[in-house]
Nanobody
Framework: EVQLQASGGGLVQIGGSLRLSCAAS????????IGWFRKVPGKSREAVSC????????SYADSVKGRFTISSDNAKKTVWLQMNAVKAEDTAVYYC????????????????WGQGTQVTVSS
């Protein structure tokens, strides 16, 4: 059974840092892509960052480039999202998801989703 467990969310001040973790199990980790997506009430789910596990190819939304970093540890089957210099607009529920389709960072291409973790950025 494919399982994705997201954690690490919380309350952080503007300009602060937070690291989200996505622990994966139940599938061939190396064959998948893992993405971080976020959802704000009233808005559609948007891509934040994705990583192609087999070769480390990464993608970032323009809004987080230079501030967020995605990384993975294949042995631990874990993907992290390091969030630095956070802004109020980063407040959202963050989800990690897995896909075995051709690599992309579009939410609709991701087949398996974990539960979300809330990130709240305060002033």
């Amino acid at each position: 059974e494919v399982q994705l467990q997201a954690s690490g969310g919380g309350l952080v001040q503007i300009g602060g840092s937070l690291r989200l973790s996505c622990a994966a199990s139940g599938f061939d980790f190396d064959a998948f892509h893992i993405g971080w997506f976020r959802k704000v009430p009233g808005k559609s789910r948007e891509a934040v960052s994705c990583i192609k596990i087999v070769d480390g190819t990464t993608s970032y939304a323009d809004s987080v480039k230079g501030r967020f970093t995605i990384s993975s540890d294949n042995a631990k089957k874990t993907v992290w999202l390091q969030m630095n210099a956070v802004k109020a607009e980063d407040t959202a529920v963050y989800y990690c998801a897995a896909s075995w389709e051709p690599y992309s960072c579009y939410p609709g291409e991701y087949d398996y989703w974990g539960q979300g973790t809330q990130v709240t950025v305060s002033s």
